[in-house]
């Protein structure tokens, strides 16, 4: 069996993805959802691009709002790297946790993308989200158990 090559899968990822999406991980555990999303098949794994990248800046945006404040909620280090399980918790109950702030359902429909926009048409930017209630979606989300 030959062996494998993660360096040529993430040139070939970059060749083939223009515009990756932040909310990558919590739409590949289908926590939420995403109407802007493409899904993409590269070397036998799924991955997502952002087919909207006008949308993908408050995305980014909202993103990097979420690791700011979730750095204490999670107990992570400044500058340190995020586990998985904990960048799961960030995503999934960060959009999740802003819809409820917009009164919908956060739940695994919850479209990120037009949860984000209806957020920055309402507070005015990213920077200006209710991130206080958001976070306490972000700390009570549990990513589901693996199997055995």
């Known amino acids: 069996m030959a062996e494998y090559n993660e360096n040529a899968y993430k040139l070939a990822r970059q060749a083939y993805i223009e515009h990756d999406c932040p909310f990558e991980r919590a739409l590949l555990s289908r926590c939420v959802a995403c109407s802007r999303a493409r899904r993409l098949n590269l070397a036998e794994r799924e991955a997502i691009a952002c087919g909207a990248p006008a949308v993908r800046a408050h995305c980014l945006s909202f993103h990097q709002g979420l690791h700011e404040n979730a750095q204490f909620a ?6 340190a790297p995020w586990p998985f399980g904990k960048e799961i918790r960030a995503q999934c109950g960060g ?3 802003l819809a409820e702030a917009l009164g919908a359902a956060g739940d695994e429909t919850t479209d990120v993308a037009a949860t984000v926009l209806h957020g920055v048409e309402r507070f005015g930017a990213c920077a200006e989200l209710p991130y206080s209630a958001i976070m306490r979606a972000v700390v ?3 990513p589901r158990k693996r199997r055995r």
Do not use: N, S, V
């Open 74 to 79: 999670l107990k992570i280090g400044a500058g």
């Open 95 to 97: 959009a999740r946790g």
């Open 140 to 142: 009570h989300y549990e």
